[in-house]
């Protein structure tokens, strides 16, 4: 995004006595003092199994009292806690879904409109085609209509958000940028469940792309209205530097270690699978979330592995320098002799290297588990590694 840290440090601080903004090597945001104002409950729900996705993320976005071993990754963040969980996709679906508490109609009309809203949108994108359904995409060469139309069947209760995102993108974007998204849309909803909910993400991402609706509604020569402007432009740059902070430290050296040990399959699932459990790791422990939303239940143990134990210490050297900030590793020139970096292998599908959990939120839950057993304690004290390098 080409932010002027030097401007945010000034914009970020209440009081230059008590609070201030910098960067380390990895690119994490600090305060010197913040407002912990803990809930003593743990982040832990004993009957994880049963509730749904969206119970869990309203439970680990509280500020729980972290466990122990999460004590100086806590520290080191010392955001104002509101930003953690704050981020723009949950805004925009929030916004859409206030739409549909004002017009309480307009949410089962998008459901039965969707045909018609995707056919509109191919029409839009392909003016010289006949029949919108026959229409295939020029990248992933599937037929537009028929993927877009399946992904849209498996999306349960997204189906009216992503009917509203798509219709919004086609009434406001021209037909490049159409042709475009509608092609980034078909990259991901051909493929497994993980990889359509990222469709979702980017199609909600797109709808709302460049808004900033407060301009258009509130004085900015108000308090009020300056403020939520201040705010637009914080959650703009916080989803960035969140999203760089976890490719550097979670993404790229995971995708890096199955490179360095040969593993392509691995590598090559990192974004689409592993990528989920990652996520769920940081919502749990840190109550942070970032601008696409994990698959709590992604069955598919792939892209999963323990990769700072299998890795020395002087990968995050070179992870961790400011320069390569949100970098992927091939553009990391020191990281070229890649299998010197190779402290051991471990074994696919745990994390950490004694733990295998079947879902996301199955490893979110174990690390934030308060029990003092020894089994347990050994397991948060393996992962503290990963929130202090994200941190």
């Not at 009081?15 to 910098?22: E, I």
């Not at 976890?246 to 990192?270: L, Q």
Request: charged share 25%; with cysteine.
């Amino acid at each position: 995004m080409g932010v002027d840290n030097s401007k945010c440090q000034k914009n970020l601080s209440r009081d230059s006595q008590s609070t201030k903004l910098s960067n380390d090597g990895g690119g994490s945001i600090f305060y010197s003092k913040r407002n912990l104002d803990f809930d003593n409950s743990s982040a832990f729900i004993p009957d994880l199994l049963t509730q749904r996705s969206e119970y869990i993320r309203v439970v680990w976005s509280k500020q729980h009292r972290p466990p122990k071993e999460y004590e100086y990754a806590v520290r080191l963040i010392v955001l104002e806690p509101f930003w953690l969980p704050h981020t723009g996709i949950i805004r925009h679906i929030n916004d859409i879904k206030g739409n549909f508490r004002l017009d309480p109609s307009m949410e089962s009309l998008l459901r039965n409109d969707f045909p018609k809203i995707l056919n509109q949108a191919i029409k839009k994108a392909y003016p010289n085609c006949w029949n919108p359904s026959k229409i295939k995409d020029n990248f992933s060469n599937c037929n537009i209509y028929d993927v877009i139309m399946n992904c849209y069947r498996s999306s349960g209760w997204r189906k009216p958000y992503f009917a509203y995102c798509l219709k919004k993108i086609t009434e406001n974007e021209t037909r490049d940028t159409l042709v475009v998204k509608l092609s980034e849309i078909c990259d991901r909803a051909h493929r497994c469940l993980s990889a359509q909910r990222q469709a979702f993400t980017v199609l909600v991402c797109a709808a709302f792309r460049g808004e900033k609706d407060s301009c258009k509604t509130i004085d900015l020569s108000t308090r009020e209205g300056a403020l939520a402007r201040f705010n637009e432009c914080m959650e703009d740059y916080l989803d960035d530097h969140k999203e760089r902070a976890f490719k550097s430290s979670f993404i790229e050296p995971a995708r890096f270690y199955y490179h360095a040990t040969r593993n392509d399959f691995g590598k090559d699932h990192v974004n689409v699978h592993g990528i989920n459990w990652y996520l769920a790791l940081l919502h749990a422990t840190l109550s942070v979330q970032l601008p696409y939303l994990s698959a709590m239940s992604d069955p598919d143990i792939i892209g999963v592995v323990d990769f700072w134990k299998g890795l020395h210490d002087t990968a995050w050297t070179h992870f961790s320098d400011s320069q390569y900030f949100g970098v992927s590793f091939e553009g990391i020139k020191p990281l070229q002799n890649s299998s010197s970096f190779v402290r051991e292998l471990v074994t696919d599908g745990y994390l950490p290297a004694n733990n295998r959990s079947h879902t996301p939120k199955q490893l979110g839950n174990a690390a934030v588990d308060p029990s003092q057993d020894p089994a347990t304690c050994a397991l948060r004290s393996n992962l503290a590694v990963y929130l202090e390098r994200f941190a």
